[in-house]
């Protein structure tokens, strides 16, 4: 049994779980920026008692942050540390997650009909985006149809894997990890909604209606079904089908005789998430040409073309949302979002997120629109190639050799950090950036040519790093075709817009039926151009 002295709650956890683990099943939500990799050190615990051998023994991550002076006063970092016996901890106030509003990009494409229907039976509900990275949470008075309040939070499923192929594996290798990972997501929807209901002064037990949207995978881990068909060919989904259970079916404590909907899905890697910001975004009716991209860690793409609807999905990976970065993390106070090279000093000038009044605080780590525009201006200035590596010849100071011996570059000096460790760009760092705008410019490219159109007309930039993207700095690595900015707009969190939706009015159900039944599938890894159109999408 794991105890855990927070307002004298105790909670179990199976032997083998990390502290980290066991306090998010039971909705004691830490800070964990880096999706508890040990990289961040914001889950910073003190253990009061253990049982011998009650804990594992401090790895190297801990040791590097924490010091053998820390250690000595019991302090730990729950994610590293993993649950043998019985253990008491304290988390000191720093280390809690706070109601901090990190969107999840603005839901912006929010147009309705004039047309009223029928009255809900709550004024309350919620719409939620679960994301592999992040969970987007948005508390809605369904009368007056307005977004009351909302949240972000970072998926606590991180601990399992940055990408869907590592949750679904760990359903295929121990099933009893299905319950774990289903309750973690609601674990994560339960501290949002209280949050958001604190805020705006209502009991969450008057919310009656919830709608959730998600990538194939999320959703499934949401309603607690195996996603394990979805990794292995021919990767079909369990189900399909658009969804209605009571919230509590699926472990939801906020009012669990609140009704909770979910949209179809199109196929194993299109789910709920594009069908609903295609509807958002009203796809359809757009001119021919038009592309919705959703930029996540399962980057998803929709096209409207003489043909009709098609789409197709690609690995980008969790690059694009700050997560598998060595500095990464999520757009919170303390992110650098941009940088500007300085050609006389040969570093980089940064700016971070900053919520809330107060002094700009110190850099933290690098969001996933800061890492795009790291890699631009380095790019522009020469340092790094257009092949990824980074040019020895390049006169900066800030370039230098890594741990490894790698070249790595120098965004912020230890000093000016908030860790006091310095904040870098490593050469895996900016393969990782290749492999992300690799597959989502082949995923755009192929996309294209099954609709015989050289490049799209326009792009609709949707998901969590769309939303605050810097056009100039993506194309300037060649994320998407050549383009003129004005033909690329940014839509927001265009999934989380079609929840809303849907939430608001029933008829939206009934289209994100028809959109999903009638969308054709492109299958990039069965197409012949694949390994080619990849390899030449690589380089910068």
Same mark, same amino acid.
């Given at each position: 049994?794991? #105890? ?23 909705? /004691? ?14 889950? @910073? ?5 253990? $049982? ?13 942050? @924490? ?49 009223? =229907? ?54 295929? @290798? ?6 774990? &990972? ?13 949050? =958001? ?62 009704? &909770? ?8 890697? /299109? ?32 096209? &409207? ?14 690059? +694009? ?26 570093? &980089? ?36 190639? #257009? ?11 800030? =370039? ?8 790595? +570059? ?24 290749? @492999? ?24 609709? /930039? ?7 993207? $810097? ?58 151009? +694949? ?6 999408? =690589?380089? +910068?």
């Amino acid at each position: 049994m794991l #105890k855990i002295s927070i307002d004298d709650k105790t909670v179990r956890a199976g032997k083998g779980a990390s502290l980290l683990e066991a306090m998010v099943a039971a909705g /004691l939500l830490l800070r964990a920026d880096c999706g508890g990799r040990g990289r961040c050190g914001k889950c @910073l615990v003190r253990v009061a008692s253990a $049982d011998a051998g009650g804990l594992s023994a401090p790895d190297e991550s801990e040791r590097r942050f @924490l010091g053998d002076g820390r250690l000595s006063t019991g302090h730990r970092l729950a994610c590293r540390a993993v649950v043998y016996g019985t253990v008491s901890v304290q988390v000191p106030a720093e280390s809690r997650l706070a109601p901090e509003v990190v969107q999840k990009g603005l839901p912006t494409l929010l147009s309705l009909p004039a047309a009223r =229907l029928r009255p809900p039976d709550s004024a309350w509900g919620i719409a939620v985006d679960v994301g592999t990275t992040t969970v987007a949470v948005y508390l809605c008075d369904r009368q007056q149809r307005v977004v009351a309040a909302s949240t972000s939070i970072r998926n606590p499923q991180a601990i399992f894997g940055d990408d869907v192929i590592s949750r679904i594996s760990a359903v295929r @290798l121990d099933p009893g990890s299905l319950p774990r &990972l289903q309750s973690m997501t609601v674990s994560a929807i339960d501290w949002a909604v209280s949050a =958001l209901c604190r805020q705006a002064g209502i009991d969450p037990r008057a919310i009656g209606a919830a709608v959730a949207v998600g990538n194939s995978t999320m959703i499934h881990l949401l309603l607690g079904e195996n996603p394990s068909s979805i990794g292995v060919f021919p990767y079909a989904p369990g189900f399909i089908e658009a969804r209605s259970v009571s919230a509590g079916a699926v472990g939801l404590k906020f009012n669990p005789g609140a009704r &909770l909907r979910t949209l179809p899905l199109i196929s194993g890697y /299109l789910g709920a998430d594009i069908v609903s910001a295609a509807l958002a975004a009203d796809l359809a009716r757009r001119a021919c040409g038009t592309m919705l991209v959703d930029v996540g860690t399962n980057g998803e793409i929709i096209m &409207l073309a003489d043909a009709g609807l098609s789409a197709t999905s690609c690995a980008t990976g969790p690059a +694009f949302e700050g997560a598998a970065i060595s500095h990464g993390m999520q757009a919170s106070s303390g992110a650098i979002d941009a940088v500007r090279f300085n050609p006389q000093a040969g570093n &980089l000038d940064v700016t971070v997120v900053q919520r809330g009044d107060g002094p700009p605080p110190r850099p933290a780590g690098i969001c996933g629109s800061g890492i795009i525009s790291t890699v631009a201006e380095l790019l522009r200035a020469g340092i790094i190639s #257009k092949s990824g590596r980074f040019n020895p010849d390049a006169d900066s100071a800030c =370039l230098r050799p890594g741990a490894n011996g790698a070249a790595e +570059f120098e965004i912020v000096p230890a000093g000016a950090s908030q860790t006091g460790r310095p904040i870098t760009l490593t050469q895996a760092d900016v393969r990782a950036v290749q @492999l992300a705008k690799g597959a989502l410019r082949t995923g755009i490219d192929l996309l294209c040519r099954e609709n015989n159109l050289p490049r799209p007309a326009r792009i609709l /930039l949707a998901g969590a790093f769309g939303s605050y993207i $810097d056009k100039t700095a993506a194309l300037a690595i060649g994320m998407f075709p050549a383009l003129p900015e004005s033909a690329i707009e940014v839509v927001g969190n265009a999934a989380g817009a079609g929840a809303i939706l849907a939430l608001f009015d029933d008829d939206c159900v009934s289209r994100s039926k028809t959109l999903a039944q009638t969308t054709r599938v492109v299958d990039l890894a069965a197409h012949p151009d +694949f390994q080619n159109t990849f390899i030449q999408s =690589l380089s +910068f």
